[in-house]
């Protein structure tokens, strides 16, 4: 049997997470039944309308991951990812118009209209 080895939890977070998100994420997790083992995966995937999608779901950690923690939420980031997202913004918003996670990203240097995807 394969053993994971956890890679320690790093006291900086190269991104931020709003209460709101967190919260709309938790309450995720609980609906979904996500299993207590898995960790938000936050990280970018080729395509999209402007080549970069963000990758925002639960997950369990991989060897080739960055972990922290923002409000209790254990993260893991693909190391490779962070050059594109060092600094990024998670947010969720419910308004008249928009309901859903966004991404404020000082990397991208264009977004595309649905806010899901960008390039740098």
């Given at each position: 049997?394969?053993?994971?080895?956890?890679?320690?939890?790093?006291?900086?977070?190269?991104?931020?997470?709003?209460?709101?998100?967190?919260?709309?994420?938790?309450?995720?997790?609980?609906?979904?039944?996500?299993?207590?083992?898995?960790?938000?995966?936050?990280?970018?995937?080729?395509?999209?309308?402007?080549?970069?999608?963000?990758?925002?779901?639960?997950?369990?950690?991989?060897?080739?991951?960055?972990t922290?923690?923002?409000?209790?939420?254990?993260?893991?980031?693909?190391?490779?990812?962070?050059?594109?997202?060092?600094?990024?913004?998670?947010?969720?918003?419910?308004?008249?118009?928009?309901?859903?996670?966004?991404?404020?990203?000082?990397?991208?240097?264009s977004?595309?209209?649905?806010?899901?995807?960008?390039?740098?």
């Open positions: 049997m394969e053993t994971l080895l956890e890679s320690p939890i790093t006291s900086s977070t190269p991104i931020q997470i709003t209460d709101g998100a967190v919260q709309q994420l938790n309450a995720i997790r609980m609906q979904e039944n996500i299993p207590a083992d898995y960790c938000l995966r936050v990280g970018v995937k080729g395509g999209g309308c402007s080549g970069f999608s963000y990758v925002l779901g639960f997950d369990l950690q991989k060897d080739d991951d960055d922290f923690e923002i409000n209790d939420l254990k993260i893991v980031m693909n190391k490779a990812h962070a050059i594109y997202l060092l600094g990024m913004e998670i947010d969720f918003v419910t308004g008249l118009e928009n309901r859903g996670f966004t991404f404020n990203n000082p990397n991208a240097s977004t595309c209209g649905c806010g899901t995807s960008f390039s740098a």
